[in-house]
């Protein structure tokens, strides 16, 4: 797939330029050797946590390794016209995650933004990873896990947390769910 290629060249080639073995990418990022490896040939597709551990890794924004196109500021993104962001997600979007990138084309950008559409039996996984997160809950419930905390967030609730945390957010109650969530990550 076009979109897994291009994913891989570029986390290959940020390596390559920092003269970064796979291992020192591994204990840099957390990310384990084999992963790595089956990102940079294109076999995986990494969920959101591991690409965003990757990109502060290799000193890069999110968004360096998502982006396929420039657009002009503002980007605005109408609700009726989202497209799911899966060719960075697939991962994540098997597991009942399905993420519509609300900043694509946006280049300069600090914050990643997205909707996210979360099954009642998806998948969470336990994230750390150097930054910030924001989220608000459209419709459904959610179920924050911060720490060793649990918070259940309704319609209209938000989240703002450091996530260098372990944290794992989904859906709550058996019921699907909806989020806005952004994602600061600093980067050199």
């Keep these: ?25 591994a204990k840099e990022s957390g990310v384990s050797p084999s992963v ?3 990102v940079e040939a294109g076999e995986v597709y990494p969920a959101l946590g591991t690409l965003v551990k990757l990109a502060r890794a290799l000193g890069q924004r999110l968004g360096t390794f ?5 657009t002009p500021d503002p980007v605005i993104v109408r609700a ?16 009942g995650f399905r993420y519509f990138s609300l900043g694509a084309g ?4 600090h914050i990643d ?25 459209v419709s459904g ?17 938000s989240a703002y947390y450091n996530s260098v945390v372990k944290h794992r957010v989904r859906a709550a109650n058996g019921k699907p769910a909806t ?6 990550m600093p980067f050199n």
Excluded: N
């Design 1 to 25: 797939m076009a979109e897994a290629k291009k994913l891989s060249e570029r986390v290959a080639a940020y390596r390559a330029r920092l003269e970064m073995s796979v291992e020192t990418l």
């Design 36 to 38: 790595i490896r089956a």
């Design 66 to 70: 998502m982006d396929d196109q420039f």
């Design 80 to 95: 009726d016209e989202r497209l799911p962001d899966e060719k960075s997600h697939q991962a994540a979007t098997a597991a």
């Design 106 to 109: 946006k280049v300069d950008r």
């Design 113 to 137: 933004p997205f909707y996210i559409e979360i099954k009642a039996d998806a998948e969470a996984l336990v994230s750390s990873h150097e930054g910030e997160e924001f989220i608000i809950v």
């Design 141 to 157: 419930e959610i179920e924050l896990l911060y720490g060793e905390d649990v918070k259940l967030l309704g319609p209209g609730d």
């Design 179 to 184: 989020i806005y969530a952004c994602i600061f």
